[in-house]
């Protein structure tokens, strides 16, 4: 599974991105697919993720501003960024999970200038 993302760069505080992962192919039925961020200096986190049944799981920090999709026919993945905040400037991650994989893709800069 290759993971390619797009979107992203830079926005104003208070203003709005939108991030897309697409993957090469979903190899099994039951698959999580979600994006985690890691700025300078810190761990990568989670943001937010869907698994195959829908349900979609947002961190705290996110919660209420940020939008996790998809698009099954088109192996795709969005986050709608909204109301955003320059504690969002990060390297953005998608990430495939299915029993033993997990992939990420190569990330994707998010800056957010006050």
């Known amino acids: 599974v290759q993971l390619v993302e797009s979107g992203g760069g830079l926005a104003q505080s208070g203003g709005s991105l939108n991030l897309s992962c697409t993957a090469s192919?979903?190899?099994?039925?039951?698959?999580?697919m979600g994006w985690y961020r890691q700025a300078p200096g810190q761990e990568r986190e989670l943001v937010a993720k869907?698994?195959?049944?829908?349900?979609?799981v947002y961190a705290e920090s996110v919660e209420g501003r940020f939008t996790i999709s998809r698009d099954r026919s088109k192996k795709t993945i969005y986050l709608q960024m909204g109301s955003l905040k320059p504690e969002d400037t990060a390297v953005y991650y998608c990430?495939?999970?299915?029993?033993?994989?997990?992939?990420w893709g190569q990330g994707t800069q998010v800056t957010v200038s006050s």
């Open positions: 192919d979903t190899l099994f039925s039951l698959f999580t």
């Open positions: 990430n495939y999970q299915s029993g033993h994989i997990n992939k």
């Open positions: 869907m698994d195959s049944a829908g349900e979609t």
